[in-house]
């Protein structure tokens, strides 16, 4: 099972990515998938997630409006649009498949197999 993140890069203050995140090794549209991000000696934060048909999403409300996660089960990956970029929002950014769903969505405790991070770098 692994998930791979890609797209990040530096990008300045009210622009735009596109992270993407490529599954293999598993049923890609039997789990939800999350993205979360990471600020070197903070915790782990929610910011999006997706449910495995697609059909709900949620999100931080930090990036409420501005994100947008979508997902392509022909092509085993899950995708987060990013606008509006701040400089708030860099940071690593993981992907996630949710494997246990009497944690809350919302906490990296329900997520497993974590793909290697994407560096977002906004700057001012």
């Known amino acids: 099972v692994q998930l791979q993140a890609s797209g990040g890069g530096l990008v300045q203050a009210g622009g735009s990515l596109r992270l993407s995140c490529q599954a293999s090794?598993?049923?890609?549209?039997?789990?939800?998938i999350g993205w979360f991000r990471q600020c070197p000696g903070k915790e782990r934060e929610f910011v999006a997630a997706?449910?495995?048909?697609?059909?709900?999403?949620y999100y931080a409300d930090s990036v409420k409006g501005r994100f947008t996660i979508s997902r392509d089960n022909a092509e085993n990956t899950v995708y987060l649009q990013m606008s509006s970029l701040k400089p708030e929002d860099t940071a690593s950014y993981y992907c996630?498949?949710?494997?246990?769903?009497?944690?809350?969505?919302?906490?990296?405790?329900?997520?497993?197999?974590w793909g290697q991070g994407t560096q977002v770098t906004v700057s001012s």
């Open positions: 996630a498949a949710r494997v246990d769903y009497s944690s809350s969505l919302f906490s990296k405790e329900a997520y497993a197999y």
């Open positions: 997706i449910t495995r048909i697609g059909g709900t999403t």
């Open positions: 090794g598993f049923t890609f549209d039997d789990w939800a």
